[in-house]
């Protein structure tokens, strides 16, 4: 069963890595990939699925012990480096309604296992009166 996006303002396409995800467990399964190769989660990306995740209510595909969390992550101008992680979905969606653009990716972790897989990206923000501004 699909999992509702937290997506609400993308501007164009919203990419999905569902059918990568499936290939990826499907060459668990048949021993062409070994759990190492995808339980390699940054100690980062552990922490803010602790933190900040929500749960998906899923259990993990690799372990099927740990419950999946999703963090969202956010890049852009006048942004830190290392992004912004949302806390709500109220935070994501000022992130979306920037004047500036912003590109977003929803990451699936199990923080039992360390399993990690990107979810989808998107492109929101950039508001059509910052456009002209940096056009002019």
Known sequence: MPRPPLVSLAKGAVVEYRLQRAALIQQLQTGERMVEDICDAHPGLIRAAKGV??????TCPVCHEGVLRQVVYVFGDKLPASGVCPVSKADLRSFE???????CYAVEVCV??????LLRKWEAGGTSTARSKVAK
């Open 53 to 58: 995740g929500r749960s998906l209510g899923e």
């Open 112 to 117: 039992r296992c360390r399993f990690n897989h």
């Open 97 to 103: 309604m920037r004047e500036l653009p912003v590109t």
